[in-house]
C-alpha cells in the first residue's frame, strides 16, 4: 500500500535567514525548530529518505514551514520564487518519493497569484500553502483574492497552515505562564488550531466558495477543530446569507488530513464530517516524527476496510491533485 504524506515540512537556510534579518519576520516561531528538527527541516536528501522508509512513507509532499513568507513583504517575491526552485529541484532528483506545495509571496496579491501558476504550470507543484492571516489581514481579506482564483482555475487544492496568532490575542489568551508555556500554548498546544480553523471559517463566511465552487482547500489537524463545532457552526445559516448551508461547504469544499495525530477517533470524525473520499495522511515531518513504522501501522491499523485504507493512503491526494499533473 502505497503512503502518500502531504504536510511535510522544510526550512531552507535561505529562508531561515531571511525570517532573523527582517525586522518582524520571525513571529515567535523560529525557536520551535532548533536541534534535530532543524537539521531534518533543512535535509532533502538521504537521511531524509531513510526516515520516511523507517516510518512507512513512500512519498513526502515538501512545504514551506509556518510562518512562510507572509511577514516579509515585497522580499518575499524572490524568496518564493527560490524556494520553490529548490522544491522542484527535489523533487526532480527523487521524483519517486517527493512532490511539493508552492509557497507564495502573500502580501502581494498579484505576485502570489503570478507564483501559484507559475509553480503549477512550470515546475509541477501540486498546489500551493497558505499561512493565514498577512498581518491583520485574515484570508477573507481581498489580498487572498486572486490567489483563490488561480487556484480554483488551475484546480489545484490550497492548504491552510497554522499561524501563531497575533500579538494582541496571544497577550490575552495565551500569555502569563512563562516564556517556554505561553509559546507552546500559541502554536502547537491549541493557538496554532483556533487561528487555522478560524481562517476557514471567515473564508466561508466571506463567500470565497459562492464565487469560486470548486476551489478546494485542506485543513491539517483532523480540521483544526472545526468539524467538532459543525453543529453550532451551521447555526450561521440563520445570518450568513450565503448560498448554500454552512455544512455545504465543509463536504464539498473542504478535506482534511491527520498532521501526525494517529487517532482512529478523530479519524472517524473527520469521515463522519466529510466523507471517506476528503479524508487525506500527513505526518507533520518532522515536528510529529515517531521511529517504529509508526505512520504505516496507524494506517493498516484502521478500523476501515482495505479500499478506505487506499483512498486515505494515497488515493483521494491523487484524485485532488489529478489537475496539477
Request: aromatic share 8%.
Amino acid at each position: 500500500m502505497k503512503i502518500i504524506a502531504i504536510e511535510e515540512h522544510v526550512l531552507p537556510n535561505d529562508v531561515k535567514n531571511a525570517w532573523g534579518t527582517t525586522p518582524g519576520a520571525d513571529d515567535g516561531t523560529l525557536a520551535l525548530n532548533s536541534g534535530v528538527i532543524e537539521e531534518r527541516l533543512a535535509d532533502l536528501g538521504e537521511k531524509r529518505l531513510a526516515l520516511m522508509d523507517e516510518t512507512g512513507v513512500d512519498v513526502q509532499v515538501l512545504s514551506l514551514t509556518t510562518p512562510g513568507l507572509n511577514n516579509l513583504g515585497d522580499h518575499g517575491i524572490d524568496i518564493a520564487r527560490r524556494t520553490n526552485d529548490m522544491l522542484a529541484a527535489a523533487v526532480a532528483t527523487h521524483p519517486s518519493r517527493f512532490q511539493a506545495l508552492s509557497v507564495l509571496p502573500s502580501a502581494d496579491a498579484d505576485a502570489a497569484a503570478r507564483e501559484l501558476q507559475r509553480s503549477v504550470e512550470h515546475l509541477g507543484c501540486k498546489g500551493a500553502i497558505l499561512y493565514g492571516r498577512v498581518g491583520e489581514k485574515g484570508m477573507d481579506h481581498p489580498i487572498f483574492g486572486p490567489t483563490f482564483a488561480v487556484a480554483a482555475e488551475l484546480n489545484v487544492p490550497l492548504l491552510i497552515h497554522p499561524q501563531i496568532p497575533q500579538s494582541s490575542v496571544r497577550e490575552t489568551y495565551y500569555s502569563g505562564f512563562g516564556a517556554p508555556v505561553d509559546l507552546a500554548l500559541s502554536t502547537f498546544g491549541l493557538g496554532w488550531h483556533y487561528e487555522a480553523g478560524m481562517q476557514f471559517v471567515r473564508i466561508v463566511l466571506a463567500g470565497v466558495f459562492d464565487r469560486h465552487p470548486n476551489l478546494q482547500v485542506i485543513l491539517g489537524h483532523w480540521g483544526e477543530l472545526v468539524i467538532f463545532y459543525l453543529e453550532r457552526l451551521a447555526m450561521l445559516d440563520r445570518v450568513s446569507g450565503l448560498k448554500h448551508p454552512f455544512i455545504h461547504y465543509v463536504r464539498n469544499n473542504l478535506h482534511l488530513t491527520a498532521s501526525g495525530m494517529y487517532n482512529d477517533a478523530y479519524l472517524r470524525q473527520a469521515v463522519d464530517a466529510v466523507g471517506i473520499d476528503r479524508i487525506l495522511f500527513s505526518t507533520d515531518y518532522p515536528y510529529q516524527y515517531r521511529p517504529g513504522n509508526d505512520a504505516r501501522l496507524f494506517v493498516e491499523g484502521l478500523s476501515l476496510d482495505d479500499g478506505e485504507k487506499l483512498k486515505f493512503a494515497h488515493e483521494n491526494w491523487e484524485a485532488l491533485t489529478v489537475g496539477s499533473a
